[in-house]
T-cell receptor, first 110, second 113 residues
Framework: TQLLEQSPQFLSIQEGENLTVYCNSS?????LQWYRQEPGEGPVLLVTVVTGGEVKKLKRLTFQFGDARKDSSLHITAAQPGDTGLYLCAGERVGNQFYFGTGTSLTVIP | EAGVTQSPTHLIKTRGQQATLRCSPI?????VYWYQQALGLGLQFLLWYDEGEERNRGNFPPRFSGRQFPNYSSELNVNALELEDSALYLCASSLPGGDQPQHFGDGTRLSIL
């Protein structure tokens, strides 16, 4: 059983479109991270959110942590081909236990 | 600042053999985590080391083991290799304490023939 479920699993969109990726759980996390992984490479940290309801922006990427710290979303505005990759959320629970989501594979078509 | 480094990049073994994977964390990071990423699957937590001690392990058989050295580098050992062990093995490191994000290496691709 996966503790963190991501949706959608696959997403293919045209350059310039907007998209939202969701990361959901029934468990509470002390913090949540979003990573992007490209083929042949390890995941690269994008952001960490800690406070319930927190919103962080990274250029065209907006990350939100749910009020109850059980879920998170990643919104990309005006997607570009360089945004293509596997997006992973990871939640931390007490005791440095990290749980990774199932991943969302994004393809942005030029 | 050098990132997390893993070696080797690729490793090819046959069933029943033993494999050793290595990881050097970012300077100042005392925690090292190991994950298995099989094709089409997410990251599955394997082991967590901090200050030389195994702090937690995931739901993997005992033939997956490791250790952390005084310089905080780490080894992952997999004994009696099976075909389903073929995967990308990722190492991550973090600063001590809670709510510290993990920084990943590029992984070791282990292929079992």
């Amino acid at each position: 059983t996966q503790l963190l479920e991501q949706s959608p699993q696959f997403l293919s969109i045209q350059e310039g479109e907007n998209l939202t990726v969701y990361c959901n759980s029934s468990s509470v996390f002390s913090s949540l991270q979003w990573y992007r992984q490209e083929p042949g490479e390890g995941p690269v940290l994008l952001v960490t959110v800690v406070t319930g309801g927190e919103v962080k922006k990274l250029k065209r990427l907006t990350f939100q942590f749910g009020d109850a710290r059980k879920d998170s979303s990643l919104h990309i505005t005006a997607a570009q081909p360089g945004d293509t990759g596997l997006y992973l959320c990871a939640g931390e629970r007490v005791g440095n236990q990290f749980y990774f989501g199932t991943g969302t594979s994004l393809t942005v078509i030029p | 600042e050098a990132g997390v480094t893993q070696s080797p990049t690729h490793l090819i073994k046959t069933r029943g053999q033993q494999a050793t994977l290595r990881c050097s964390p970012i300077s100042g990071h005392t925690s090292v985590y190991w994950y298995q990423q099989a094709l089409g699957l997410g990251l599955q937590f394997l082991l967590w080391y901090d200050e030389g001690e195994e702090r937690n392990r995931g739901n993997f058989p005992p033939r997956f083991s490791g250790r952390q050295f005084p310089n905080y580098s780490s080894e992952l050992n997999v004994n009696a290799l099976e075909l389903e062990d073929s995967a990308l093995y990722l190492c991550a490191s973090s600063l001590p304490g809670g709510d510290q994000p993990q920084h990943f290496g590029d992984g070791t691709r282990l292929s079992i023939l």
